[in-house]
């Protein structure tokens, strides 16, 4: 018969029959006196769990796909040496999977009237709050027979925020902003932009453009060129309905927004632009407003960060009134949103023009890879009818696309990893147009 740690101690002891008889206090009390003095003394000589001290430091914020270090002290208050297993418990999603164990379960010792410091790392898989569970003690007597057990609660939140993967895009589109905002040689026209300088008409120039007193005080025709305006007004809808909790590349609808969200926001401030955020399913689920450029992004990020798609149908209408109060003058209004044909159609359709008639509208849809791969599969019946149904989907999103730009609304259908950049540049392209 296989002995326990315990019985194996016991039995070496010398009091007890190994494999015949389990042992019991009583019979341990009645056998072998001395046996029960070394328990006693044991169970005596192990630092009370009660009495512990525990604080924590550390990081209260991390990028996702980032490790954020969460420091527990101990304090040992009473007069025995503490000897012991410490479980730091979080949830399941502050790490990667299989590591829990290991991440969370520390053995530490802490002299009599002394404190140590142990760290957990954690390395979360989702955004959102990550906040502290309990942390569970066993404390040890020297002889380790018994061990005293308790748990403390000790309050931590780390929060998780989205990781900004799209960030290595801003540099190339913040050199194509420096040249339309005239920093390099090439400068452009269209309404509503900042008037700059006058040079002489080449054909192929907007005859809008022309200035007619400086034309009539000289002998050539006399251009205007503008540089685009600064100070606009960007209002970025991120929306948070059902749609919004489909996966695409193992990861919802949402994340990738909100990626691009975030780099049209730090692209747009840099343009001197004024950018807030609204996220709406069917009530206001994050508003940022009114944020100076060194503010935006951090505000953004925190916003942004505890954001999960509601399995609800969003309320069209309730967004545009809310988008309408967010942005009463003329604004850039951003949709983030799907491009499937029945919410569109349904929800989106017939409130698009209290949008269009008074801001300039762009809408971005995150679209699906496996689409594309789909549409080129050949080889078997099946893969016959996958190519026959991506077909039939893409064909849709192209029609309900048509659609939205018969109502004035400027696209971007790309998928997560081209999303971001694609809103970039077409941001970049209607200030180049003037058209905001």
Known sequence: MALTGR????????????????????????????LALACACDFALAAPVRRLGLTRSGDTSARLGETADVTLTVTNPSGRPLRAH???????????????????????????????????????????????????????????????????????????????????????KLARLRELDGRTSVLTRGEGTEFDSLREYVPGDDTRSID????????????????????????LVLDTGRTSAGRVDDAPRLDASMDA???????????????DLLAYDRGVRALVQGRTAKDLLPSLVNALAPLEPRLVETNARGLTATALRTAPRRSLIVLLTSLDAAPVEEGLLPVL?????????????????????????????DAVYE??????????????????????????????????????????????????
């Not at 009091?15 to 042992?23: C, D, F, Q, T, Y």
């Not at 027979?145 to 989205?162: A, N």
């Not at 999103?397 to 730009?405: D, M, N």
């Open 261 to 275: 969200a975030l780099l049209l926001a730090a692209l747009a401030s840099r343009a001197g632009d004024r950018v």
């Open 86 to 172: 410490i479980r730091d418990a979080w949830p399941p999603s502050s790490w990667q999977p299989g590591t829990e164990v290991e991440a969370s379960r520390h053995h530490l010792t802490v002299p009599a009237g002394e404190r140590r410091r142990l760290t957990t790392r954690l390395r979360p898989t989702r955004r959102g709050d990550r906040q502290a569970d309990r942390v569970t003690i066993r404390s040890y007597g020297p002889l380790r027979l018994f061990s005293r057990q308790g748990t403390h609660r000790v309050p931590w939140t780390v929060r998780v925020l989205p990781p900004f993967t799209s960030r290595k895009h801003l540099p190339s």
């Open 353 to 381: 023009p209290q949008l269009t008639q008074r801001h300039t509208v762009l809408l971005a849809s995150v679209a699906d890879p496996n689409i594309a791969r789909m549409a080129t599969a050949r080889g078997s019946a």
């Open 212 to 235: 007619w007193r400086a034309t009539a005080r000289q002998t050539t025709v006399a251009i205007r060129t503008w540089r685009p305006e600064r100070d606009r007004h960007i209002l």
């Open 7 to 34: 019985a194996a101690l016991l039995a070496a002891l010398g009091s007890l029959p190994v494999g015949i008889w389990e042992p019991s206090w009583t019979g341990i009390l009645a056998v072998n006196a001395p």
């Open 387 to 436: 190519a026959a149904a991506a077909a039939q989907a893409r064909t849709e999103r192209q029609r309900t696309a048509e659609q939205l730009r018969r109502h004035g609304v400027t696209v971007v259908d790309a998928t997560p990893d081209d999303l971001a950049p694609a809103l970039a540049d077409a941001y970049l392209a209607l200030k180049a147009a003037g058209r905001l």
